[in-house]
């Protein structure tokens, strides 16, 4: 058995590498060297068989040199990997510096002109009406409709309306009623005339009496003569009136004088002032 096992181990050294065949012999020197001073010092007759035990040892150097060759292939690897992550966080740390400055330089222009706006904006909205604020109101929406909603909650909210809209009601009412008590306790200061009172120049007329069959009513007949204006003729002609004579003084065909009044009867609109000349 002892003899059969170089044999079988023979091929494994000639499948090895060249590089792992010349490591294997550098280590394998000092341990033929140790393994000879041991065969002198026992005496044993097999030389061939502690090399075949010995060779298992040289199999270990081997997979660690692998290992090493595995471990430094990975951290080949790892280092670009490790560079490239440090030099992507080295950017993204530049990126927001870069992009603060630029927010920072752009930011008092942009404020600028945000504020230049809502001033228009508040202007146009002082200028325009109640009404027109509602229109524009009504045309900015954007038509979506309420979500559906259950009977119970749309009579809530008819409820809630109809108290808010009372309560502004109340506040309203509350103050037209200070409003009113104030003006009351307030005195009324006397309203200046539009027209200074005026007494009209009454008419005045002179007449022929008629008729004073009548109690306390003369009828007096006048008589009145002017030019045309075309055909310059002395136009004459005469009216009837009703005047009321409180003492009956006034006889059929005195020259009476009378004058305008208030209305005194259905037909009377004028009153005797005296008699100018008796009839003969």
Known sequence: ???????????LADEQPEGEAAASSEDSEPQAAAASEQEQAEGSEEPEAEPAGEEAPEQE????????????????????????????????????????????????????????????????????????????T????SGEGKPQRSPEERQAERVAGRRAKAVRRRARRLQE???????????????????????????????????????????????????????????????????HDENDDARIGDVVRVVESRPLSRSKRWRLVDVVERAQ
Not at 1 to 11: G, L, Q
Not at 215 to 225: F, L, N, Y
């Open 1 to 11: 058995m002892a003899d059969e096992e170089p044999d079988n181990d023979a091929p």
């Open 61 to 136: 150097p081997e997979s660690e040199a692998r290992d090493a060759a595995a471990d430094a292939a990975g951290q080949a690897a790892d280092e670009p990997r490790a560079e490239d992550a440090a030099g992507a966080e080295d950017a993204a740390a530049e990126a927001p510096a870069e992009d603060a400055a630029a927010e920072g330089g752009a930011a008092p222009g942009e404020d600028a002109a945000a504020g230049a706006g809502a001033a228009r904006a508040g202007e146009q909205e002082e200028e325009l009406s109640p009404k027109q604020r509602r229109r524009r």
């Open 138 to 141: 009504r045309s900015q929406h």
């Open 177 to 243: 009623r200070s409003k009113a008590k104030a003006a009351e306790k307030a005195p009324a200061s006397p309203l200046a005339p539009v027209h200074a009172p005026v007494q009209g120049a009454r008419k005045v007329r002179l007449g022929v009496v008629i008729s004073d069959k009548a109690s306390k009513t003369i009828t007096v007949r006048i008589d009145v003569a002017r030019r045309h204006r075309r055909y310059e003729k002395i136009v004459r002609s005469s009216s009837t009136l009703h005047a």
